[in-house]
Antibody
Framework: QLVESGGGLAQPGGSLRLSCAAS????????MHWVRQVAGQGLEWVST???????YYAGSVKGRFTISRENANNSLYLHMTGLRAGDTAKYYC???????????WGKGTAVTVS | DIQVTQSPSTLSASVGDTVTITCRAS??????LAWYQQKPGEAPKLLIH???TLVTGVPSRFTGSGFGTEFTLTISDLQPDDFATYHC????????FGPGTKLDFK
């Protein structure tokens, strides 16, 4: 199970930190991802962190967002800075399966930049 | 970056119909493609990975196929619960989703 928190309203240029609490699996064994979805639109991959900490970012957020994890606490984070109106979306925490596809999804947390 | 297109963007069908959704990648992704179903207000649900591997518990009326750059999701004998939005995802090189196909009642 994945449960996101930390969403809310932020001003343009502001910051937010999203959290994701994982349970029911060995968190430290899996890649973890953030995926976002603007209301009524498609899905957009945002960022990935591997178990050892290697990170990857979509071009649209690189340099502004930072993904991190605390394996001891089964937690995933997304620190978002320099927020823009275009970052308004529901943000999903997602597990990466052993064969790399995204398998388990949280219910998401909504971020509004206005 | 790998681009993914999906067609059609909307699809109208009736219960009992068979429908096909197509995803195309801008370069070969072997079979590194997954399909998801999403209903309003819910998170996406994984249906198929590695182009054709059905997830446990997903009805066998869902079939995925393809290799390289062209992939299809076929849903046979449409049921009322199948009317939703379908997304494909390439995971050969980072991750790119298709724009989605909304399947609605004719």
């Amino acid at each position: 199970q994945l449960v996101e928190s930390g969403g809310g309203l932020a001003q343009p240029g502001g910051s937010l930190r999203l959290s994701c609490a994982a349970s029911g699996f060995i968190f430290s064994d899996f890649d973890m991802h953030w995926v976002r979805q603007v209301a009524g639109q498609g899905l957009e991959w945002v960022s990935t962190i591997e178990p050892a900490g290697e990170t990857y970012y979509a071009g649209s957020v690189k340099g502004r967002f930072t993904i991190s994890r605390e394996n001891a606490n089964n937690s995933l984070y997304l620190h978002m800075t320099g927020l823009r109106a275009g970052d308004t979306a529901k943000y999903y925490c997602v597990r990466g399966a052993e064969t790399a596809h995204l398998d388990v999804w949280g219910k998401g947390t909504a971020v509004t930049v206005s | 970056d790998i681009q993914v297109t999906q067609s059609p963007s909307t699809l109208s069908a009736s219960v009992g119909d068979t429908v096909t959704i197509t995803c195309r990648a801008s370069q070969t992704i072997m079979t590194w493609l997954a399909w998801y179903q999403q209903k309003p207000g819910e998170a996406p649900k994984l249906l198929i990975h590695k182009a054709s591997t059905l997830v446990t518990g997903v009805p066998s009326r869902f079939t995925g196929s393809g290799f390289g750059t062209e992939f299809t999701l076929t849903i046979s004998d449409l049921q009322p619960d199948d009317f939703a939005t379908y997304h494909c995802l390439q995971y050969n090189a980072l991750f790119t989703f298709g724009p989605g196909t909304k399947l609605d009642f004719k």
